[in-house]
């Protein structure tokens, strides 16, 4: 089945970088879409950015020029640099399989001084 596991998380400064990381399974990563996502305490689900079987990348505007999707075929992992943290960008953040919608677990992220 398909498996989804988020890592990289954690506590940063604002202004600073993290970069998550996902381990997939259960399906033929190299032909799909995948997305980040992130949820924030007590608001809806947000789109951050996807990257197409060709790499094409698309990013909110919340995450323009800070945040960069990346993907390694061999290992079947999607990525998510982000740099310049600010507060609001505290959430639980969750890779997404575009084709079904599937997400991980999620990994936190929170930005605070």
């Known amino acids: 089945q398909v498996q989804l596991v988020e890592s990289g998380g954690g506590l940063v400064q604002p202004g600073g970088s993290l970069r998550l990381s996902c381990a997939t399974s259960?399906?033929?990563?190299?032909?799909?879409?995948l997305s980040w996502v992130r949820q924030a305490p007590g608001k809806e689900l947000e789109w951050v950015s996807r990257i197409t079987s060709g790499g094409t990348t698309t990013y909110a505007d919340s995450a323009k020029g800070r945040f960069t999707i990346s993907r390694d075929n061999a290992k079947k992992t999607l990525y998510l640099h982000m740099n310049g943290l600010k507060p609001e960008d505290t959430a639980v953040y969750y890779c997404r399989l575009d084709v079904t919608g599937t997400r991980g677990q999620g990994t936190q992220v929170t930005v605070s001084s």
């Open positions: 259960g399906f033929t990563f190299v032909i799909r879409t």
